[in-house]
């Protein structure tokens, strides 16, 4: 856990020193016309569906909001309406919406204290967007992260357009993966497409949905291996998030699991990663995650 905190610490550094560059000589390409980020934002990724995503951008953003901070959650797997299903709203605006030209500021939900929400919306199409429309939102996320402490991004399973270019603008990637064989294969499939992108993202890695330690400290030693012996990639292992049934009981209820079951063993994972990502960014003058603190 030290040497995971200790490259955990470094990667922020490196974080708050691209946004300097940033701020100094903004990059060409894509993410030139986006602004600057204000807050750390974090892309939860997988290489297949039903890994746990959804419910790690939720229950991370409680964990965070309970220590009074100010998190937003970007529900970017469009037409799958998820987020906003665990959050139990119904939004007027979508991701969608603002794309299309809707102020971003409007199509922000208020789910729970500290937390707000940018839907995906249920069956909304999000193909073939132009160069207008990704200015539009990269730029919208940009303008609203300065209220935040943490933003997170629940990106679409597999590989796309907008993981791309979010992970090409600064985001950190949290890599989801369960135990299973397939999840375990479709992630390393998923690191294998950011190093042959060369996005210069160090991603991180969750496990979840193990039985015990042992297995998420298996499973993850897999892959960390794997990056690191054919791909030349460091993977920081994260954590992991217990198999408890709780979830599947708040997923039911429509009432996030630390609501919900506050004391289940799956709960005290997600506040033990939210801890170990704000005790990095206090490393740093608490710029890092403390801005976007709640009053």
């Known amino acids: ?104 500021e409007e199509a922000l939900l208020a789910t729970r204290p500290h937390v707000d929400l940018l839907a995906g919306g249920s069956g909304r199409c999000f193909d073939g967007i132009g160069e207008d429309g990704w200015a539009r939102l990269l730029r919208a996320i940009a303008r609203v992260s300065a209220r935040y402490a943490w933003v997170l991004v629940d990106c679409a399973p597999g590989v796309h357009a907008l993981a791309e270019r979010m992970l090409k603008f600064g985001a950190t990637p949290i890599c989801v993966v369960t135990p299973e064989p397939t999840a375990i294969t479709d992630g390393y499939a998923l690191l294998k497409w950011m190093h042959v992108k060369n996005l210069g993202a160090e991603p991180w890695l969750v496990v979840n949905r193990a039985k015990s330690k042992a297995e998420a400290d298996d499973t993850a030693s897999r892959l960390v291996d794997a990056a690191e012996r054919f791909l030349k990639m460091r993977v920081v292992y994260a954590g992991w998030i217990r198999d408890d049934p709780a979830v599947v009981k708040s997923v039911m209820a429509r009432r996030p699991l630390l609501q919900l079951s506050p004391g289940s063993p799956a709960a005290s994972n997600y506040r033990q990663l939210a801890r170990w990502i704000r005790a990095c960014g206090q490393t740093f003058g608490g710029d890092a995650g403390a801005k976007g603190a709640a009053r």
């Open 1 to 104: 856990m030290a040497d995971q905190a200790s490259r955990l610490r470094e990667q922020m550094s490196q974080w708050i020193q691209a946004q300097q560059l940033h701020r100094d000589a903004p990059p060409e390409g894509d993410e030139a016309y986006a602004g600057v980020l204000s807050a750390p934002v974090f892309a939860v990724m997988s290489g297949k569906g039903g890994v746990g995503k959804s419910n790690l951008c939720v229950n991370l953003a409680l964990a965070f909001a309970e220590d009074e901070m100010r998190v937003l959650v970007i529900d970017a797997d469009t037409g799958f309406a998820d987020v906003e299903i665990l959050f139990d709203s119904t939004p007027l605006l979508t991701l969608c919406d603002v794309v299309a030209g809707a102020s971003m």
